[in-house]
């Protein structure tokens, strides 16, 4: 691998791996006999919200973590979870002319399999994963992550953590999500795309 390579951060959830979509909902439905969809997901840090709208259930953050990690217990060794649409193959055209790493707020735990997933899903085109262990306790800012790996650049569908990256000098390509589309704020450092197919570099 050629390290002079310049370097881009790649988010996991919902930007390469389609996680709520073939994980985490399929559980929640079955569970409460809900009938949730990504299309309805309004907020990607909370995903569980609307289920709450839906009949009143309350979730804890230790239920949310174990029904996120049964989603991710149950793929392991399968991949069955997809990826996003147009992900793979600008993936693998970036990775021509980059370093592409994957940094995740995923669990420290959970990197081995974010690691294969990715390996396998993307032919080897993804170099490391690294987590800032968002929802667990002890985290680590994205932008700190960035800035520590000499990082200029990052992919991503969660607008709070872009505008935490631009405001740091990270430029951010931001994924049009059902989260992130009604978000008007804007940024210098922050290019939004209604796809991967749109990341111009």
């Not at 990197?111 to 800032?132: D, H, L, M, P, R």
């Not at 994924?175 to 940024?187: C, D, G, I, S, T």
Request: proline share 2%; aromatic share 8%; charged share 25%.
């Amino acid at each position: 691998m050629n390290t002079n390579k310049e370097r881009i951060l790649i988010d996991a959830d919902e930007t390469t791996a389609r996680t709520i979509e073939d994980g985490v909902y399929p559980i929640v439905n079955a569970e409460y006999g809900t009938n949730l969809s990504f299309n309805t997901t309004l907020n990607c840090r909370d995903v569980f919200g609307s289920l709450i709208q839906e009949n009143g259930v309350p979730i804890t953050l230790e239920k949310k973590i174990k029904i996120f990690k049964s989603a991710i217990a149950q793929d392991i060794g399968k991949n069955q979870i997809r990826t996003v649409a147009g992900s793979v193959e600008k993936i693998l055209e970036l990775s021509e002319g980059y370093q592409l790493d994957i940094l995740t707020a995923r669990h420290p735990d959970l990197i081995e399999y974010t690691t294969n997933w990715t390996q396998y899903k993307y032919n080897g085109a993804i170099a490391k994963v690294f987590s800032s262990n968002c929802y667990y306790g002890g985290k680590v800012s994205k932008s700190d992550i960035c800035k520590n790996e000499g990082v200029k650049m990052m992919i991503e569908d969660d607008m709070d953590y872009a505008l935490e990256l631009a405001k740091e000098g990270i430029k951010v390509y931001l994924l049009k999500k059902p989260w992130n589309v009604q978000r008007p704020e804007k940024h210098r450092n922050i290019v939004k795309v209604d796809g991967w197919n749109e990341i111009k570099i």
